[in-house]
């Protein structure tokens, strides 16, 4: 796990002072780009229907028009009625005070957290994790939420315990014929995405904790919205129209906004979620767009849906989206 300084300390001198040796510029944030509006919808389409077991012999639905206006309408009901959404993690309020105080340390964390057994066994795993040794010269095990946090860093552990947190809300949602299929792969994406984002983040400057955070929330709308179709549908197959994956995007990227505001994430993040894929977005945004087109591409490959490759694939990806994109395929190892 990567740590990033949070900012560059500096000060102005005295004319009574010696003059400074000149110090070169920091170099400009890099200009990184929401992806390809016509490619990053083609890649959804993709998705969408490698998710909802969709096949060239699936037959039309004649739901569609119905789902829409059942979509839309769960759109505009208060979040606290919204059944089919997630409750907020116990842990997430503490979890943003502490992104929010740069004075909590990791000994203050490790201890708050030391309290819940599951996740100081989820805590344990992740450490464990062969990835992490290399870096450190070690294979002993780790067996302290304490000596986990010196080997995650303070942002790494924020990020698992996200993570972790927010999973057993997810898989404890009752799945329908066609959530019971996507929410296992939904969930893995969410991960990918994360993992993504915060590392595309540090080249425009953003929050690699904020973005990866951004990356988890992003798709939590669509799990909510295959929940809804589940309900609605009924067909033996959901609606395939281009049209209408494009407003089931649209309508669950609106959730997955209104997710992240009831849960009290920063405004960086929830703008984020809301400007992602916009050309005029913050830098943010675009590193959360990359970094979800470059996670549904990576599940598709991994699926044997596409070469690695493959043109499509690597359409638009520079040489920190190629990497990233690799680094996705490794991360269970």
Same mark, same amino acid.
């Given at each position: 796990? =990567?740590?990033?300084?949070?900012?560059?300390?500096?000060?102005?001198?005295?004319?009574? =002072?010696?003059?400074?040796?000149?110090v070169?510029?920091?170099?400009?944030?890099?200009?990184?780009?929401?992806?390809?509006p016509?490619?990053?919808?083609?890649?959804?389409?993709?998705?969408?229907?490698w998710?909802?077991?969709?096949?060239?012999?699936?037959?039309?639905?004649?739901?569609? =028009?119905?789902?829409?206006?059942?979509?839309?309408?769960?759109?505009?009901?208060?979040?606290d009625?919204?059944?089919?959404?997630?409750?907020?993690?116990?842990?997430?309020?503490?979890?943003l005070?502490?992104?929010?105080?740069?004075?909590?340390?990791?000994?203050?964390?490790?201890?708050?957290?030391?309290?819940?057994?599951?996740?100081v066994?989820?805590?344990?795993?992740?450490?464990?994790?062969?990835?992490?040794?290399?870096?450190?010269?070690?294979?002993?095990?780790?067996?302290?939420?304490?000596?986990?946090?010196?080997?995650?860093?303070?942002?790494g552990?924020?990020?698992?315990?996200?993570?972790?947190?927010?999973?057993?809300?997810?898989?404890?949602m009752?799945?329908?014929?066609?959530?019971q299929?996507?929410?296992?792969?939904?969930?893995?994406?969410?991960? =990918?995405?994360?993992?993504?984002?915060?590392v595309?983040?540090?080249?425009?400057?953003?929050?690699p904790?904020?973005?990866?955070?951004?990356g988890?929330?992003?798709?939590?709308?669509l799990?909510?919205c295959?929940?809804?179709?589940?309900?609605?549908n009924?067909?033996?197959?959901?609606?395939?129209?281009?049209?209408?994956?494009?407003?089931?995007?649209?309508?669950?990227?609106?959730?997955?906004?209104r997710?992240?505001?009831?849960?009290?994430?920063?405004?960086t993040?929830?703008?984020?979620?809301e400007?992602?894929?916009?050309?005029?977005?913050?830098?943010?945004?675009?590193?959360?767009?990359?970094?979800?087109?470059?996670?549904?591409?990576?599940?598709?490959?991994?699926?044997?849906?596409?070469?690695?490759?493959?043109?499509?694939?690597?359409?638009g990806?520079?040489?920190?989206g190629?990497?990233?994109?690799?680094?996705?395929?490794?991360?269970d190892?």
């Amino acid at each position: 796990m =990567k740590r990033w300084l949070d900012r560059l300390l500096g000060s102005d001198s005295e004319e009574s =002072k010696p003059a400074p040796a000149p110090v070169a510029p920091a170099p400009a944030p890099a200009r990184m780009r929401a992806p390809d509006p016509v490619h990053a919808q083609q890649v959804d389409a993709l998705f969408y229907r490698w998710l909802a077991g969709i096949t060239p012999n699936s037959g039309p639905s004649s739901d569609e =028009k119905i789902i829409l206006v059942d979509l839309a309408y769960m759109g505009q009901l208060p979040m606290d009625e919204i059944t089919l959404a997630p409750s907020m993690p116990p842990l997430f309020p503490h979890l943003l005070r502490s992104m929010r105080d740069s004075t909590v340390s990791g000994a203050d964390l490790a201890r708050q957290l030391s309290q819940d057994k599951e996740l100081v066994a989820e805590i344990l795993r992740e450490a464990n994790r062969p990835c992490h040794h290399p870096h450190y010269h070690t294979n002993d095990p780790v067996t302290t939420v304490e000596r986990a946090t010196m080997l995650l860093g303070v942002n790494g552990l924020r990020m698992l315990v996200g993570r972790a947190a927010l999973l057993p809300n997810i898989i404890s949602m009752t799945p329908g014929p066609f959530s019971q299929l996507s929410t296992p792969l939904l969930w893995r994406q969410c991960e =990918k995405c994360a993992l993504a984002a915060s590392v595309l983040a540090p080249a425009v400057r953003a929050n690699p904790v904020e973005a990866y955070f951004a990356g988890l929330l992003y798709n939590l709308g669509l799990i909510v919205c295959f929940r809804l179709l589940d309900q609605v549908n009924s067909e033996p197959a959901l609606p395939q129209t281009d049209g209408f994956i494009i407003a089931l995007h649209a309508q669950a990227r609106a959730l997955s906004v209104r997710i992240a505001e009831a849960w009290g994430f920063p405004d960086t993040v929830v703008c984020a979620i809301e400007q992602a894929g916009q050309t005029d977005g913050t830098p943010l945004s675009h590193a959360l767009a990359l970094g979800d087109m470059i996670s549904r591409l990576r599940m598709l490959v991994d699926s044997a849906h596409f070469e690695a490759d493959d043109p499509f694939v690597l359409e638009g990806l520079d040489a920190a989206g190629l990497a990233c994109f690799e680094e996705l395929q490794n991360e269970d190892e």
